[in-house]
């Protein structure tokens, strides 16, 4: 099967530098993807990393080290509006774009 | 209007009653899921479909059916809702070129059953 492990909570302070880390388990690897949630909102798409490095959108960057099956979401200069559950997640066994996702970690923003 | 749009957006039911989450979406996309949210959980497959006339079992079908009634439409049914399929439910829909990032949800039906 497949497991993804995220923690469950995250406190920062505005301005500051956050990661979120994700370690995976799936018997093949196609990718680990991002996902933002404002509370009770829809998901929406971050970033995805296909092979090994850092990919930078704006100020979010994600990693990823396919051999460590681990990856993290860097989030830079904090922003209040940025609190938030950030999910990672990785194709689903069977193709078709199917996600199965991490169990989300809670970013709280402080002043 | 919204590219994946549910209704309802909130829905209370009692249990053992039948219900409908609806969902419509004007992206053009062939692939249609419906997720189910619980907190702690994450985001769980329940149904997914590729085209109208494929459609499959997710990871947690159990108490659940669809109906891909056209393209642009994907419904999930509680044949018979129990308390514990109270959760927040997601459709999402997919290009097949575009991987994750071609993702899209709708805004969610929050489902309480009694």
């Known amino acids: 099967g497949q497991s993804l492990e995220q923690p469950s909570e995250v406190t920062a302070v505005e301005g500051a530098i956050v990661q979120i880390n994700c370690t995976y388990q799936?018997?093949?690897?196609?990718?680990l993807s991002w996902y933002q949630q404002h509370d009770g909102g829809a998901p929406t798409f971050l970033s995805y990393n296909g092979l090994d490095g850092l990919e930078e959108t704006g100020r979010f960057s994600s990693f990823l080290s396919r051999s460590d099956s681990y990856g993290y979401l860097l989030l830079q200069e904090l922003q209040m509006k940025d609190s938030a559950s950030y999910f990672c997640?990785?194709?689903?066994?069977?193709?078709?774009?199917?996600?199965?996702f991490g169990t989300g970690t809670q970013l709280k923003v402080e002043l | 209007d919204a590219d994946v749009t549910q209704t309802p957006r909130n829905r209370i039911t009692k249990t053992g009653k039948r219900i409908m989450l609806e969902c419509s979406q004007t992206?053009?996309?062939?692939?249609m899921y419906w997720y189910r949210q619980d907190p702690g959980l994450g985001l769980r497959l329940i149904y997914y479909?590729?085209?109208?006339?494929?459609?499959n079992k997710g990871e947690i079908s159990d108490g659940y059916s669809v109906s891909r009634q056209a393209q642009a439409k994907f419904s999930l049914s509680l044949e018979s809702a129990i308390p514990n399929q109270t959760a927040l439910y997601f459709c999402a829909t997919s290009d097949r070129g575009q991987g994750p990032a071609g993702y899209t949800f709708g805004s969610g039906t929050r489902l309480t059953v009694v």
């Open positions: 997640a990785v194709p689903a066994a069977g193709g078709g774009n199917k996600l199965t």
């Open positions: 992206k053009g996309h062939d692939r």
């Open positions: 479909s590729f085209d109208v006339k494929d459609i």
């Open positions: 799936t018997s093949g690897f196609y990718g």
